[in-house]
């Protein structure tokens, strides 16, 4: 989602006249899309600022005469922070507005930000497409929800229109992307069933799922649909119950594994992908064994491990 955001804001720039350059020495304008789900980020965009400060307590604009911005998902706390540093921080639902807002803030729709095609720095055989955003589920460990907002999904009219504009523009990958892109309203694989009526030859991908909106209906439809990836991602975060629970994930590993099975069962030549947080508060050394034992019996093709 953080890729196709900066590439909407490239786009957005580049409709403008300006020109992207090499070095971050080297620009007037400076856009940090930035993410509050990791600390780790966080502390990145702040030796990043004191690089573009140059001197402690010295407004980056007074001193290098560049403008800085930051968008993308920031806490409050964060945000309090930034605030004093930079010369704007606006959401990212704002971005439709940018050369406006390089005067004055602007509240906007969140529909509007969708509008923004990704045709410029896109590679000729994939693109992103945003189809939802935001979060309803509140893991106890992401702060999706306070960030991006609760869920809001795009008019499935309008997610076909950039969908055969991409493929007549010769896009032979459709990435559909989303926080929870599964719980796309009013229906993820009604939509997924239009798209692939869509004539030429790609394929589409979707990303990221939560394991309780992965329903049998979908499975299916991967499983049979030529058009449709095999490359599924299947955050499990955990492979013991009691850290699930404290990570408020709606689910239990015996409901992952039967979602497992099931996709094993169905999808021929399937590659599956998964995100592990390893160190969670509480997780003691039998939780941890679990989550092991988990991936021993799984054999994802691919994992994402976060501590």
């Not at 005469?65 to 704007?88: Q, R, Y």
């Not at 989303?178 to 009013?186: D, T």
């Not at 239009?194 to 309780?212: A, C, E, R, T």
């Not at 009691?242 to 399937?270: C, D, F, G, P």
Request: with cysteine.
């Amino acid at each position: 989602m953080n890729r196709s955001d900066s590439e909407r804001i490239a786009t957005v720039l580049e409709s403008q006249g300006l020109k992207s350059v090499p070095m971050d020495v080297e620009a007037d304008l400076i856009i940090v899309n930035s993410c509050s789900v990791r600390q780790s980020a966080v502390d990145r965009i702040w030796g990043k600022l004191k690089i573009w400060k140059k001197f402690p307590h010295q407004p980056i604009n007074k001193l290098t005469n560049k403008l800085v911005f930051i968008t993308g998902c920031v806490l409050p706390a964060d945000k309090k922070k930034f605030e004093s540093k930079v010369d704007a921080i606006f959401p990212i639902s704002d971005l439709p507005k940018l050369p406006q807002y390089l005067k004055r803030k602007r509240k906007l729709k969140i529909s509007d930000y969708f509008q923004i095609p990704v045709w410029t720095l896109q590679k000729k055989d994939e693109i992103f497409i945003p189809i939802m955003t935001g979060c309803d589920n509140f893991c106890s460990y992401c702060a999706v929800p306070l960030t991006r907002g609760r869920e809001y999904s795009r008019e499935t009219k309008d997610i076909i229109c950039e969908v055969e504009n991409a493929v007549k523009k010769g896009f032979k990958t459709i990435t559909l992307l989303g926080q929870n892109v599964n719980s796309f309203k009013p229906n993820f694989v009604k939509l997924l069933k239009v798209l692939v009526q869509i004539p030429s030859d790609f394929q589409i991908k979707f990303m990221s799922s939560n394991p309780q909106d992965f329903p049998d209906k979908l499975v299916e439809l991967v499983a049979r649909e030529p058009k449709i990836s095999k490359e599924i991602h299947l955050p499990v975060q955990s492979g013991d119950d009691e850290i699930l629970r404290k990570m408020n994930r709606k689910y239990t590993t015996t409901q992952y594994l039967k979602i497992v099975s099931t996709l094993r069962s169905q999808v021929s030549n399937l590659y599956l992908t998964s995100d592990l947080i390893v160190g969670f508060p509480g997780e003691t050394k039998k939780a941890f064994q679990n989550t092991v034992n988990l991936c021993k019996k799984i054999k994802f093709n691919k994992a994402y491990i976060a501590q």
